[in-house]
């Protein structure tokens, strides 16, 4: 099945019934493993602002500290089911990211930006960590510009053509050139994702068990922006989020407001049409969910027919 639409409606439906079975048995593990994390991004703006899912979102993303993402890494593949994995550089080598996604085996969702990328993008959710940053200014400049580095190389050792957004023309092309480049250069010199990776940890986990309180996102482009304090993340706080399938219990952090607020403004009013943005899927196959796909979608549809 191949789509080209940002705005197919049904298209997106039928994604968040997958999503929603990913982030439900995320959850089921982590409260069954006592590891705390909260939804992020837009998982959080969908959470408090739409009760579920950004109606046009494609993806979830989740917080944690890297104490709980490496205990997650651990621990998890004993309790999970074995219809799922987890997706890292450690578990695959043609991994192209600093994070790890916990996917459905047997399943393809490829964005545009990835179908021929060497790793098959599955269903998935995003797991992202966050790592000790110093308070001093300059140390925290170090330690972006380094992680920025080797990130990008990370990601770029997987395409050559990285999803931009609000950028056309000529310096499209220039950009394109630049990190088509990048990207064969690497593979001439066989520079894979598992060295790229562990230079970014190096410089993400710089200040790992410094005692620091203060947090960053460093696979995000800027993380200065993405910084959460021991007391804005916990206690987190559980809210409802509405599935397909039905309603799971998420957490969120603790001061969600103002880290929604921070990084995104006034998150609580919707963009307007034209900047609502999702990753172009390419490639989707549900594989042996189909029919659950198929059935819930139709139940819904049905359920809002006998409303009206």
Request: proline share 6%; net charge negative; hydrophobic share 35%.
């Amino acid at each position: 099945m191949t789509s080209q639409s940002l705005d197919d409606d049904e298209l997106i439906e039928k994604i968040h019934v997958l999503l929603g079975v990913l982030l439900r048995e995320f959850d089921r593990v982590c409260r069954e493993l006592s590891i705390d994390y909260s939804v992020y991004g837009g998982t959080a703006i969908g959470a408090v602002r739409d009760k579920g899912f950004i109606p046009w979102d494609d993806d979830v993303d989740i917080m944690l500290t890297r104490t709980n993402y490496e205990r997650f890494l651990r621990e998890a593949p004993e309790h999970l089911g074995e219809e799922f994995g987890l997706d890292n550089t450690r578990t695959n080598p043609d991994f192209p990211f600093m994070f790890t996604k916990m996917v459905l085996r047997n399943t393809l969702l490829i964005p545009e930006f990835a179908k021929n990328s060497r790793y098959r993008m599955p269903f998935f959710i995003d797991i992202l960590p966050v790592d000790e940053v110093p308070d001093d200014a300059r140390k925290f400049s170090a330690m972006k510009r380094s992680s920025w580095l080797w990130g990008r190389l990370l990601f770029l050792q997987g395409t050559p053509r990285p999803y931009l957004i609000g950028i056309s023309g000529i310096q499209r092309t220039a950009i394109y050139t630049a990190t088509s480049l990048a990207h064969y250069g690497m593979k001439v010199i066989r520079l894979t994702p598992r060295v790229l990776q562990r230079q970014w940890d190096r410089a993400a986990r710089r200040y790992e068990g410094s005692g620091f309180t203060r947090y960053a996102d460093f696979t995000m482009r800027d993380p200065e922006n993405w910084v959460v304090s021991d007391d804005e993340f916990f206690p987190t706080r559980d809210i409802p989020f509405t599935t397909p399938t039905g309603i799971i219990n998420v957490k969120i952090h603790h001061e969600y407001d103002r880290l929604l607020r921070r990084g995104y403004g006034d998150y609580m009013t919707p963009p307007p049409v034209a900047q609502r943005r999702n990753h172009v899927p390419a490639i989707v196959d549900f594989g042996p969910w189909n029919d659950l796909v198929e059935q819930t979608v139709s139940h819904q549809s049905q359920s809002e027919d006998h409303s009206e």
